[in-house]
């Protein structure tokens, strides 16, 4: 059974930085497309940042390009995104996904193909 547990969430003003947490089990993030989406209130889950199964590809939204990095321990089976600069438009629920390795880099974008999602965790950004 894979889970998948977000951490690191909370209150932080404009311009500040966060580091969101996303421990797996039951499936090594060696061998998964692992990604990051959020959905703000009222509005749908949105494509944040993914990690290739090989580590080779990053993939960002143009929104946070530059200001998120997304990396991955294979010693702690986890993967993080680090957001600097944040603003109040990241406001939003985080969910860490896992899918099996799909080779291109164009579709860790997309929900379809994560199969196992965390239960989120909550990021807000006070201007």
């Known amino acids: 059974q894979v889970q998948l547990v977000e951490s690191g969430g909370g209150l932080v003003q404009a311009g500040g930085s966060l580091r969101l947490s996303c421990a797996a089990s039951?499936?090594?993030?060696?061998?998964?497309?692992m990604g990051w989406f959020r959905q703000a209130p009222g509005k749908e889950r949105e494509f944040v940042a993914a990690?290739?199964?090989?580590?080779?590809?990053?993939v960002y939204t143009t929104s946070v390009k530059g200001r998120f990095t997304i990396s991955r321990d294979d010693a702690k089976n986890a993967v993080s995104l680090q957001m600097n600069s944040l603003k109040s438009e990241d406001t939003a629920v985080y969910y860490c996904?896992?899918?099996?390795?799909?080779?291109?880099?164009?579709?860790?974008?997309?929900?379809?193909?994560?199969?196992?999602w965390g239960q989120g965790t909550q990021v807000t950004v006070s201007s």
């Open positions: 996904a896992s899918g099996p390795p799909r080779g291109n880099p164009v579709l860790l974008t997309s929900n379809v193909g994560y199969d196992y």
């Open positions: 039951g499936r090594t993030v060696v061998s998964s497309d």
């Open positions: 990690i290739s199964w090989s580590g080779a590809d990053t």
